[in-house]
Every structure is written in C-alpha cells, then in structure tokens.
T-cell receptor, first 117, second 116 residues
Framework: EAGVAQSPRYKIIEKRQSVAFWCNPI?????LYWYQQILGQGPKLLIQ????????DSQLPKDRFSAERLKGVDSTLKIQPAKLEDSAVYLC???????????????FGPGTRLLVL | AQKITQTQPGMFVQEKEAVTLDCTYD???????LFWYKQPSSGEMIFLIY??????QNATEGRYSLNFQKARKSANLVISASQLGDSAMYFC?????????????FGTGTRLTVIP
C-alpha cells in the first residue's frame, strides 16, 4: 500500500514570494492534516480536512496561508506572501476515520522542507 | 498548559541495551489515544505504537512497548535491544476524541543516540 506522498521535498524561496505544497493521502483515508514543524519543535497542526470539508483551521495564519482539498483526495497548502519565520518542515498526514469513536492512527508523508531567505 | 511533556531533550543508550523515553500528558477527556512516532534525519514521522485510554493492557509492537500509567498520566516508550538504526528523534503525541477534531498534540521530542 502506498504511503502519503508529498512534493516538493525541498523548496527555497525569498521572503514575500509565494509557494505551494502538494499532498496525496493514503488511498481511502477520509481525513487529511497539514502540520508545521519548526526546527527543534514537535509538529503543530495547521489544518484538518474531513473529506473535502475543513474540521479545524484554528491554528492556520489565514492572512497568508490557505489550503484546499478538492474532491476529498489531494490537498494543496499555499503560503502567500512567505515570511522568514515560515521556514519549517510541512508535514502532511492522513487517517482512515470512517466513522466510529475509536481514535485513528495518523500516517505521515516525508514532508517538505521550506527555507525562506 | 502543555498537553504533552517530554522532559528528556537527549538520551544515550548502548547498543543492545533497553532504554525508556518519558512522556506525560494532560487531558480531561476520558477518551484519548497516545502515540509514539520516530523521526529519523530524513524527516518522515514513522508511527511506532498506539495506546488507547480504555485499553486494559500495555501496548507492544516488536521491540517497542508502552508503559501506560493512567493515574500518573504517563506513557513512556520502552525500546528493548537497541540498534544503531534506532538513533532518531522520538515524539510522544496525544489525540483527544471528545472534541471531534481529533488532531494530534505533540511533545518537543527526545533525541536518542545509540552508541556502538
């Protein structure tokens, strides 16, 4: 079974430029997450989708970050304009979550390392 | 308040020895899940082990076991027979099912170094 795919793996941009990341979750997984991991810290949730609807985007800096999940499968995360403090690894994860109360395991992709100069 | 606390920034262990990585958590939700992930230098978060709040027995997965002490709100990871490939960052995480959002809260991680 294929895992979570992300691209690009690395990106270097200058501040005030825009950048987009792509994620393809594990086939059949209803829930998709984007996390930001700053160097030396644990990942922090930016946004969570259930199918193509947003469940939680309370930590997403909406003035510059946007995300969408069209058709409930792939997702893109965009930063426009980028700031120096956006330098981080952006991790995408997915979980099955096909109903039921049991807590589901999240599986992560390899991440995109963003450096803003 | 921090939901997940990992107090060991770094740990060293001799190859073939066992090591315990500490994790304490804070929640008022009676239904939650605790996870451990391994993050090698490549950056990918690799799922290791899961413990549900209602599980009666401690979780085990191969060389990984979770020492779950509910009353103390601790969920320590035990790695037996350490291998050089175990050198990595290890993150404890919690997911609360009561809120409906089910996002993971991560600790700050512990860097494990296995010494030959």
């Amino acid at each position: 079974e294929a895992g979570v795919a992300q691209s690009p793996r690395y990106k270097i941009i200058e501040k005030r430029q825009s950048v987009a990341f792509w994620c393809n979750p594990i086939s059949g997984h209803a829930t998709l997450y984007w996390y930001q991991q700053i160097l030396g810290q644990g990942p922090k949730l930016l946004i969570q989708f259930q199918n193509n609807g947003v469940v939680d985007d309370s930590q997403l800096p909406k003035d510059r970050f946007s995300a969408e999940r069209l058709k409930g499968v792939d997702s893109t995360l965009k930063i426009q304009p980028a700031k120096l403090e956006d330098s981080a690894v952006y991790l995408c994860a997915s979980s099955l979550d096909r109903g039921g109360a049991r807590v589901q395991t999240q599986y992560f992709g390899p991440g995109t390392r963003l450096l803003v100069l | 308040a921090q939901k997940i606390t990992q107090t060991q920034p770094g740990m060293f262990v001799q190859e073939k020895e066992a090591v315990t990585l500490d994790c304490t958590y804070d929640t008022s939700d009676p239904s939650y899940g605790l996870f451990w992930y391994k993050q090698p230098s490549s950056g990918e978060m690799i799922f290791l082990i899961y413990q549900g709040s209602y599980d009666q027995q401690n979780a085990t997965e191969g060389r990984y076991s979770l020492n779950f002490q509910k009353a103390r709100k601790s969920a320590n990871l035990v790695i037996s027979a350490s291998q050089l490939g175990d050198s990595a960052m290890y993150f404890c995480a919690m997911r609360e099912s009561g809120t409906g959002a089910n996002n993971l809260f991560f600790g700050t991680g512990t860097r494990l170094t296995v010494i030959p």
